[in-house]
């Protein structure tokens, strides 16, 4: 039975090492085989929130994923085939051009949303 530190450095190498910022349900399955219970994905996750190394990332109508927070500015994509969420290095910008007048842009999130290379690839029935 590993001891919980060892879980919450599974987490944090598994968030750095995924393709996107991960559910804590993908957490507890990518971690299954160390005994990880979802109360500790969410705890863990929480804390590293609380403690600034992991920024949550709101998906509309899915679970909020988590991703490390030393990431450099990049967007996201969502597989509406099997809702992993990717990491999409590269920005649009010039987003302060949207901006209405008088009003002044502090941040934004991007989301693409269609299909991964692996959902395209496979034929639906
Ligand atoms: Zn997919
Ligand atoms: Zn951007």
Same mark, same amino acid.
């Given at each position: 039975?590993?001891?919980?530190? /060892?879980?919450?450095?599974?987490?944090?190498?598994?968030?750095?090492?995924?393709?996107?910022?991960?559910?804590?349900?993908?957490?507890?399955?990518?971690?299954?085989?160390?005994?990880?219970?979802?109360?500790?994905?969410?705890?863990?996750?929480?804390?590293?929130?609380?403690?600034?190394?992991?920024?949550?990332?709101?998906?509309?109508?899915?679970?909020?994923?988590?991703?490390?927070?030393?990431?450099?500015?990049?967007?996201?994509?969502?597989?509406?085939?099997?809702?992993?969420?990717? /990491?999409?290095?590269?920005?649009?910008?010039?987003?302060?051009?949207?901006?209405?007048?008088?009003?002044?842009?502090?941040?934004?999130?991007?989301?693409?949303?269609?299909?991964?290379?692996?959902?395209?690839?496979?034929?639906?029935?």
């Amino acid at each position: 039975m590993p001891r919980p530190s /060892d879980h919450a450095v599974a987490v944090t190498r598994l968030l750095e090492e995924a393709q996107g910022p991960l559910s804590a349900d993908e957490v507890r399955q990518a971690l299954a085989e160390t005994g990880i219970g979802i109360a500790t994905v969410y705890r863990l996750l929480k804390r590293g929130v609380e403690d600034g190394r992991y920024i949550p990332i709101e998906i509309p109508n899915g679970p909020t994923h988590y991703e490390p927070a030393d990431r450099p500015h990049h967007h996201h994509f969502e597989c509406l085939t099997c809702h992993r969420v990717y /990491d999409v290095m590269g920005c649009p910008g010039h987003l302060d051009e949207l901006t209405p007048e008088g009003f002044s842009l502090e941040s934004h999130d991007v989301l693409l949303r269609g299909h991964c290379v692996t959902c395209s690839e496979t034929p639906t029935p």
